[in-house]
């Protein structure tokens, strides 16, 4: 089993600790990567913002950021191989949650899905051919379509019943997807 490491910068993230903990453990396994190890923030919009722009150069608070290892090879023999860090925005989770009829603990399911994907070097940005394989491991780890699905319309698997393209449920979510395309 993988070794997740999940540090709790958020004074509210006893709950969420717990759900990232469990499921990156099943996400590292479910990619083959038992025995690795992987480090999770879970923290605040503020200090996501601060590394956000840090790191990236965008001054703006975020989902999820991944941090990659870069090496495939433990840095010193017999120990495990560490990926890599991943932080999460709970207050981003906890909004997108409730405005998309989503749980918290599937919201945040699927930041660390995208997150650890980017640690293993699936980087959709590159072309529209990486992001439909990324778009497709998501959801083989999800069950169900992941953010990129969500985010560009990538794929046609089908969706939790209840939700749109978007991810939206019911009337309100089609009213909110309608007026944020005008």
Same mark, same amino acid.
């Given at each position: 089993m993988a070794t997740v490491h999940v540090n709790l910068e958020h004074p509210e993230g006893g709950y969420a600790a717990r759900v990232v903990r469990a499921k990156a453990a099943? &996400?590292?396994?479910?990619?083959?990567?038992?025995? $690795?190890? %992987? *480090?999770?923030?879970?923290?605040?919009?503020?200090?996501? !913002?601060?590394?956000? !722009?840090? &790191? !990236?150069? @965008?001054? @703006? $608070?975020?989902? %999820?950021? *991944? &941090?990659?290892?870069?090496?495939?090879?433990? *840095?010193?023999?017999?120990?495990?191989?560490?990926v890599g860090d991943v932080a999460i925005s709970l207050d981003i989770a906890r909004r997108r949650a409730a405005e998309d009829g989503r749980s918290l603990a599937f919201e945040l399911s699927r930041y660390l899905a +995208?997150?650890?994907? +980017?640690?293993?070097?699936?980087? +959709?940005? /590159?072309?529209e051919r990486e992001a439909r394989a990324m778009a497709k491991r998501e959801a083989e780890l999800l069950g169900v379509p992941g953010m990129l699905e969500d $985010? @560009?319309? %990538?794929?046609? /698997? %089908?969706?939790?019943?209840?939700?749109?393209?978007?991810? !939206?449920?019911g009337v309100e979510g089609q009213a909110k997807a309608r007026r944020r395309s005008r």
């Open positions: 099943e &996400f590292m396994d479910k990619l083959g990567m038992q025995g $690795a190890e %992987v *480090s999770i923030l879970i923290t605040t919009d503020l200090r996501i !913002r601060k590394l956000n !722009r840090q &790191f !990236r150069g @965008k001054n @703006k $608070a975020t989902d %999820v950021l *991944s &941090f990659p290892a870069g090496d495939d090879t433990p *840095s010193i023999p017999g120990q495990p191989l560490y +995208h997150g650890i994907l +980017h640690l293993l070097g699936y980087d +959709h940005e /590159r072309s $985010a @560009k319309g %990538v794929g046609d /698997r %089908v969706r939790p019943p209840g939700t749109s393209r978007k991810g !939206r449920s």
